[in-house]
């Protein structure tokens, strides 16, 4: 079993910058890790995913290219989302979520195991 915990999330003043925390314990994850967000009535969304054995990442999410960025640390099993020039359109609950797919997707079905999600709040 995968174990998932999302932290980071707190509340910030557009403009500001924010890291996002995923960690993950439990059984070994050799595939990919990504960050979603979801917002209450609307369906989750992909931001940006990296293949836990190479590092590549990729990103799904147009109105966030540019300001977020998804990195890990393959040994310590940490990925991270740091989120800067933050809008209030960001605001959201942020979740990572990981498979044992090899290939990044930008679909939640692809992914079997889910954190929590941490919340983030905007304030303008």
Known sequence: QVRLRESGGESVRAGGSLTLVCTFAGAPVN????????????EREAISCIRKYDGDTYNYLDSVKGRFMISGERLRNIVY????????????????????????????????????????????
């Open 31 to 42: 595939g990919v890790i990504a960050w979603f967000r979801q917002v209450p009535g609307k």
């Open 81 to 124: 989302l740091q989120m800067s020039s933050v809008k209030p359109e960001d605001a959201a609950v942020y979740y990572c979520a990981a498979t044992r797919k090899y290939d990044c997707s930008g679909s939640a079905s692809e992914f079997e195991f889910w954190g929590q999600g941490t919340q983030v709040t905007v304030s303008s």
